[in-house]
């Protein structure tokens, strides 16, 4: 798909194919989205779509089921929706009978760029070559298609206090696939969603849409909230007041990636009635419902299962149904709309925002982590780890870096720090360390316990300050990492401030503990902030091929 740029008319993005199309190009400009076409504003009016009954593969892919998008996008059509997010798909499949119905019934996808297998893990966040050569290979094969609306970078990632370094890392892949995409001729909008936490929610708002580089800002902001619960809840007493509030001066659009709490079933959707009426139509542009098919975590509307053309629809289904033929929002032309929003301001680093706001992990570099290996004078003996080598490793890197300065291995979120060769995989950075060892061993051990090392008398490269000045895998000229700085127009400090970005205006609900397990951003536990040794006792505790 060819996408082109408007910025003539205040135009944010645009999505157009190169042939003619059945369905309209989105754009967005401010903080809206609109049909390119009709100048009409866009509202989502869609479902998160990822069936599991049934799967008979780890690679679910519901966008290269045919029989199953014939008999889902029937059933789409008669709820009017017109848009799906989808989580997870195989990009070596063929996606264009699928791709093609949805199209043909007027509907847009949603894309997240992650999968599980290749995801940014909260606990132990890193970005490196071969997460971004993955997430670039499923941009190339869905490039193509008209009625692609967006991509996310990443599900609720961040979700609590401890977990805020690797919002970072994904703004970081955000991006470097927004110059991927930008490099293809293409503009389809990247954006991210979060898991609405009241602790760390507004930090995380602003850190997506701030700093001077618009190449690191998000495109837009997706919230994934479950405050509002059966009909008991309105406006107010659900929160979803106070989530309209926080975003009224945004200058990007937001949306609700998920939404539909299951505490009270069956469900009514009431909620429906604000997001697509004037509680929330002048701020939000609409949302996706969680979710279309009955699974283990109940949230479904129709019970399906892979290879039946059945569906089983429950009361959920003819209640969504109703509530979304009755939301009529009322939204205004793009050609008298007048954006004002500016980018928001960086949150400084404090007690619960581990991240210096204005300084994002560095561009993966293939050839600086190759050059880096050619330079070594010890190193593995063989290509790559077993799982149980993987942990051995692990520990004896964390006894290194325990006894000498890994810097260059490492990264601090919190001061902005991050190592030469910190983007490398975790192999590259085991052997770094232990050639670190070797050196200050002035040649004596090339060792890593029982796993086999060798010496390597004459290394390819003799220089290995010669790395640094290695392009980048976007081509970028190479630096040292440790000097990049993004400029993000942060009042950024190293100070211990225990606010978290939240003004009068933010949600005063509690955290939601009913939203569905998410599946692409890794399990969820204690902080991670990636010190010398922390990196080698971690992430090369990973090293599992």
């Known amino acids: 798909m060819k996408f082109a740029s408007l910025a003539s008319a205040g135009i944010g993005v645009l999505c157009a194919s190169s042939v003619a199309a059945a369905i309209d190009p989105l754009v967005i400009k401010g903080s809206k989205w609109f049909n390119s076409k009709t100048g009409e504003q866009f509202f989502f009016k869609g479902v998160a779509y990822q069936p599991r009954t049934g799967l008979t593969s780890n690679n679910p892919d519901p966008l290269a089921d045919v029989a199953g998008c014939k008999r889902d996008v ?15 798909v195989d990009y070596t499949n063929s996606h264009d009978e699928c791709m093609k119905m949805l199209e043909d019934a007027g509907i847009y996808l949603l894309l997240d760029m992650p999968s599980p297998q290749y995801s940014i893990n909260r606990n132990e966040p890193h970005w490196d070559h071969d997460l971004m050569s993955h997430w670039q290979a499923k941009v190339d094969k869905f490039a193509d298609y008209p009625n692609l609306a967006a991509w996310i970078a990443g599900n609720e990632v961040a979700n609590d206090v401890d977990t805020t370094p690797s919002a970072a890392f994904v703004k970081a892949a955000l991006r470097d696939m927004k110059a991927y995409i930008k490099a293809k001729g293409l503009s389809t909008p990247v954006g991210y969603a979060d898991n609405d936490d009241p602790k760390i929610r507004m930090n995380l708002i602003n850190f997506f849409n701030c700093g001077d580089d618009d190449t690191a800002r998000a495109d837009f902001y997706g919230i994934n909230t479950y405050r509002w619960c059966g009909d008991k809840s309105d406006f107010k007493t659900s929160g979803y007041e106070d989530i309209t509030k926080n975003m009224t001066d945004y200058s990007i659009p937001s949306l609700l990636t998920e939404y539909g709490c299951n505490l009270v079933r069956p469900r009514t959707f009431s909620e429906i009635k604000s997001l697509y009426g004037p509680d929330m139509q002048d701020t939000f542009s609409g949302g996706i419902m969680y979710e279309y098919t009955e699974e283990d975590n109940k949230y479904g509307i129709v019970k399906v299962s892979y290879g039946d053309s059945k569906v089983e629809k429950n009361d959920d289904f003819d209640n969504f149904k109703k509530a979304l033929e009755a939301a009529q929002p009322k939204g205004v032309k793009m050609d008298s709309y007048k954006p004002s929003g500016k980018p928001s301001t960086c949150p400084k680093a404090s ?76 192999f590259q950075r085991a052997a770094w360390a232990i050639n670190k060892n070797y050196e200050n061993q002035r040649g004596a051990v090339c060792e890593a316990g029982d796993i086999g090392t060798k010496i390597v008398s004459s290394p390819k490269q003799s220089d290995a300050s010669k790395c640094l000045s290695m392009k980048d895998d976007l081509g970028q000229a190479g630096s040292s990492s440790s000097s990049n700085n993004n400029n993000n127009n942060s009042n950024d400090s190293d100070s211990d401030d225990d606010s978290n970005g939240q003004g009068s205006q933010n949600g005063s609900s509690d955290e939601d503990d009913d939203a569905p397990e998410d599946a692409t951003s890794g399990a969820s536990s204690a902080a991670v902030q990636l010190s010398a040794v922390a990196v080698a006792a971690a992430a090369v505790g990973v090293l599992a091929f």
């Not at 290996?373 to 790559?384: A, Y």
Request: with cysteine; glycine share 8%.
């Open 74 to 88: 029937a059933v789409f059509k008669e709820l009017g929706i017109n848009s799906i997010r989808v989580y997870e």
């Open 351 to 426: 007690s619960v925002w581990h991240v210096k706001s204005d300084v994002l992990p560095p561009t993966p570099s293939q050839a600086r982590c190759q050059c880096m290996m050619d330079s070594l004078g010890c190193t593995f003996k063989n290509e790559k780890l077993s799982a149980s080598e993987g942990k051995q490793v692990g520990e004896i890197i964390g006894s290194i870096c325990g006894q000498t300065s890994c810097d260059a291995i490492s990264t601090d979120t919190t001061k902005g720090t991050y190592g030469d060769y910190s983007a490398c995989d975790s």
